[in-house]
Nanobody, 127 residues
């Protein structure tokens, strides 16, 4: 139901834009997030956006470089990634928080609160 795309190989300092398209269900009332994982490490939150788009959260490691946005009319969430670093290399997943629909802000940035997940897209940043 969530399809992530836009990953790829990019040089350090470059940019990528990830997209997460939803199908089969409208996620306009759900907070949405981007998470990433490297082998042997826990999945970590990258950025989260409230259902209305009025609230956002960013991990310290990506603040000022990444921007999350959403288009509820298109049922799509985006992650614009600029000034990429080799340490940004990971599989990126989008997810939706179905347990706190219509919550005015961001209930949680923890991946454990998100119950709808896409399949992931690989981002590789070369030095």
């Amino acid at each position: 139901q969530l399809q992530a795309s836009g990953g790829g190989l990019v040089q350090a300092g470059g940019s990528l834009r990830l997209s997460c398209a939803a199908s089969g269900r409208t996620f306009s009332s759900y907070a949405m997030g981007w998470f990433r994982q490297v082998p042997g490490k826990e999945r970590e939150s990258v950025a989260v956006i409230s259902w209305s788009g009025s609230s956002t959260y960013y991990a310290d490691s990506v603040k000022g470089r990444f921007t999350i946005s959403r288009d509820n009319g298109k049922n799509t969430v985006y992650l614009q990634m600029n000034s990429l670093k080799p340490e940004d290399t990971a599989v990126y997943y989008c997810a939706a928080d179905g347990k706190h629909r219509w919550y005015s802000g961001i209930y949680s940035s923890s991946s454990y609160e998100y119950d709808y997940w896409g399949q992931g897209t690989q981002v590789t940043v070369s030095s």
